[in-house]
């Protein structure tokens, strides 16, 4: 192998590796933006529950009443953020397979750039 070989070698490993690094960034991108959207999905449950509570005390006729509302809305959201958890568990356990699915590309990536390397 001569010194230009050597340096087109070097040349495309850079090139390839910018790639694999482009494509993690837009990886992570992706997942931030789901997460971000989750996280604005749990606030406004939250802001939904607030104004449902709001609402239940200027309304409410007694007492009574209003601990009846204060019980269901908050065994509801109790309901709706388990279930948001549930779909969060199942969010970051796709983000690993994600991850896990990037990380074995490129290691094969590598591996083959590094076997073609040697057998020149």
Same mark, same amino acid.
């Given at each position: /192998?001569?010194? *230009?070989?050597?340096? &087109? *070698? #070097?040349?495309?490993? *850079? =090139? &390839?590796?910018?790639? %694999? /690094? *482009?494509?993690?960034?837009? $990886? =992570?991108? %992706? $997942?931030?933006?789901?997460? @971000? @959207?989750?996280?604005?999905?749990?606030?406004?449950?939250?802001?939904?529950?607030? /104004?449902? $509570? /709001? &609402?239940?005390? !200027?309304?409410?006729?007694?007492? =009574?009443?209003?601990?009846?509302?204060?019980?269901? +809305? !908050?065994?509801?959201?109790?309901?709706?953020?388990?279930?948001?958890?549930? +779909? !969060?568990?199942?969010?970051?356990?796709?983000?690993?397979?994600?991850?896990? #699915?990037?990380?074995? &590309?490129? $290691?094969?990536? #590598?591996?083959?750039?590094?076997?073609?390397? #040697? +057998?020149?």
């Amino acid at each position: /192998m001569n010194t *230009t070989d050597s340096l &087109k *070698t #070097v040349n495309e490993w *850079t =090139n &390839k590796s910018v790639e %694999r /690094m *482009t494509s993690f960034g837009e $990886l =992570n991108v %992706r $997942l931030f933006e789901k997460l @971000a @959207a989750r996280q604005m999905d749990a606030v406004n449950l939250y802001m939904d529950h607030s /104004m449902r $509570l /709001m &609402k239940l005390a !200027t309304e409410s006729k007694g007492y =009574n009443d209003l601990f009846k509302g204060q019980v269901d +809305a !908050t065994k509801e959201l109790s309901e709706r953020v388990m279930a948001e958890s549930k +779909a !969060t568990m199942q969010f970051f356990g796709d983000a690993r397979d994600e991850y896990r #699915v990037w990380f074995e &590309k490129s $290691l094969n990536d #590598v591996s083959e750039d590094l076997r073609k390397s #040697v +057998a020149v």
